[in-house]
């Protein structure tokens, strides 16, 4: 269940990508989910929030209708306890990362 999220897009500028003329949209966002899962048989439950901050941009052929590169990077903190009886773990996860797509071929 998502409790918070919230992108914003903006176009910055046409170019041309691989030979198609495409819009630079830039795009920023947050999404907040909260998580709970049992472990009946171990008498266990992990609950938890994760927020996760992505920033990206998109390369999109408008005249073609196809994206031609998308690039994006990401921060999550992932905050959480560890329940088994009357015992309580917390924990913190930090992930940062990217990744790219890039067309590599198209038939039109």
């Known amino acids: 269940r998502i409790t918070d999220a919230l ?13 198609y003329n495409c819009a630079v949209i830039e795009s ?4 907040i989910l909260p998580f709970e899962k049992d472990y009946p ?7 938890g929030l994760s927020t996760k901050k992505v920033e990206g941009v998109t390369c999109f052929a408008f005249e073609d209708g196809f994206i ?5 990077t990401f921060d999550t903190r992932t905050e959480g ?3 088994t009886g009357e015992d ?3 924990f913190v996860v930090l992930e940062k990362g990217s990744y790219s797509y890039s ?3 198209a038939v039109l």
């Open 7 to 19: 992108t914003t897009y903006r176009i910055r500028s046409i170019v041309r990508v691989q030979g």
């Open 103 to 105: 067309l590599v071929g």
């Open 88 to 90: 309580q773990t917390t």
């Open 28 to 31: 920023k966002g947050t999404v």
């Open 68 to 72: 031609v590169r998308y690039d994006e």
């Open 41 to 47: 048989d171990q008498n266990m439950k992990i609950v």
């Open 81 to 83: 306890a560890r329940i």
